[in-house]
């Protein structure tokens, strides 16, 4: 895939997320969870059409800090050479990677275009969060 595994496991994870509403929008048992859900979900349909910007935007508001938690965790566990790797390489992060390049991480599925949440982000934040996606590009070197 010419992808880390860490960049891997942002895809799977983002796509659980698409998963993950379409279950709570058409299960037919819902709990309450999925019946508030489903109300937060009306709401965001009838501001954006089409599916993925629905779901983008959605992700973009409430999850960019929840996949940002699950990236750090599992960071360390996708391989101890190539987690040591973006500490160690010139561009990395010597003294330990930043809450930011998770949350950065994240946001790398949801900067389209139609995702409002990340067109309102300033200049310094996208560029902040492009500097970071660069670096974990960094990180393929190191994958098997």
Same mark, same amino acid.
């Given at each position: 895939?010419?992808?880390?595994?860490?960049?891997?496991?942002?895809?799977?994870?983002?796509?659980?997320?698409?998963? $993950?509403?379409?279950?709570?929008?058409?299960?037919?048992?819902?709990?309450?969870? %999925?019946?508030?859900?489903?109300?937060?979900?009306?709401?965001?349909?009838?501001?954006?059409?089409?599916?993925?910007?629905?779901?983008?935007?959605?992700?973009? %508001?409430?999850?960019?800090?929840?996949?940002? %938690?699950?990236?750090?965790?599992?960071?360390?566990?996708?391989?101890?050479?190539?987690?040591?790797?973006?500490?160690?390489?010139?561009?990395?992060?010597?003294?330990?990677?930043?809450? $930011?390049?998770?949350?950065?991480?994240?946001?790398?599925?949801?900067? %389209?275009?139609?995702?409002?949440?990340?067109?309102?982000?300033?200049?310094?934040?996208?560029?902040?969060?492009?500097?970071?996606?660069?670096?974990? $590009?960094?990180?393929?070197?190191?994958?098997?």
């Amino acid at each position: 895939m010419g992808r880390s595994a860490l960049e891997v496991a942002r895809t799977i994870l983002h796509e659980m997320i698409h998963a $993950e509403i379409y279950g709570a929008i058409k299960t037919n048992s819902p709990t309450t969870e %999925d019946l508030s859900f489903r109300d937060t979900f009306e709401e965001y349909t009838k501001r954006y059409s089409g599916n993925n910007p629905i779901h983008h935007n959605l992700m973009a %508001d409430k999850f960019v800090k929840y996949m940002a %938690d699950v990236l750090q965790q599992i960071h360390p566990q996708l391989g101890g050479s190539a987690y040591a790797n973006f500490m160690n390489y010139p561009e990395g992060y010597p003294n330990g990677v930043p809450r $930011e390049f998770y949350e950065a991480l994240a946001w790398a599925g949801l900067k %389209d275009a139609s995702t409002i949440a990340y067109q309102s982000l300033s200049a310094a934040e996208k560029a902040e969060i492009t500097g970071h996606l660069i670096k974990a $590009e960094s990180g393929r070197k190191s994958c098997n």
